[in-house]
């Protein structure tokens, strides 16, 4: 992973309330990440019970999970996880564009970071090889992401 690695984790994001929204779409993907992403927390120091885990359908509804969790005063920051794989249809296009547009909203309205751990990718080979630790591993990324960015102020 170029740029991101544990040496820059403050001791205040060991102490940070992640909370994660992820899909149930796409799960075998969806599930590799979220799997990754706790990992990489517990690993880096992240108590287990700081860790809050919401399965929603799809990733049109991640935005308000993820809101829902953001404006709670316990949380500190929000990763949300999902994967939207390029159809035969424009609706690849709108759920993208909704619930990237949406997370960003959120991390705006709310003052608070929202990681977009959302994969968009062409096909299903893609989102396998993003989402598989010996590869890209990008769940991995998205966990360091968001202790990178909790010692913001």
Not at 40 to 59: D, F, H, Q, S, T
Not at 127 to 137: F, G
Request: glycine share 6%.
């Amino acid at each position: 992973m170029k740029g991101l690695n544990s040496n820059h984790i403050s001791d205040e994001s060991k102490e940070a309330v992640y909370a994660i929204t992820y899909t149930s779409w796409n799960s075998e993907i969806v599930n590799t990440l979220l799997e990754e992403v706790t990992k990489e927390l517990l690993k880096n120091g992240v108590n287990k019970k700081r860790i809050l885990i919401k399965e929603v359908p799809g990733a049109f509804e991640l935005p308000l999970a993820s809101k829902i969790y953001a404006l709670k005063d316990n949380v500190d920051i929000v990763i949300a996880l999902g994967a939207i794989i390029r159809g035969d249809t424009p609706h690849f296009d709108y759920i993208s564009k909704a619930c990237i547009e949406g997370l960003m909203k959120v991390s705006l309205e709310t003052k608070k970071a929202v990681i977009c751990g959302v994969l968009t990718t062409d096909d299903e080979t893609q989102a396998k090889r993003r989402s598989d630790p010996n590869q890209m591993n990008k769940g991995s990324e998205f966990a360091l992401t968001a202790m990178n960015m909790i010692d913001l102020d």
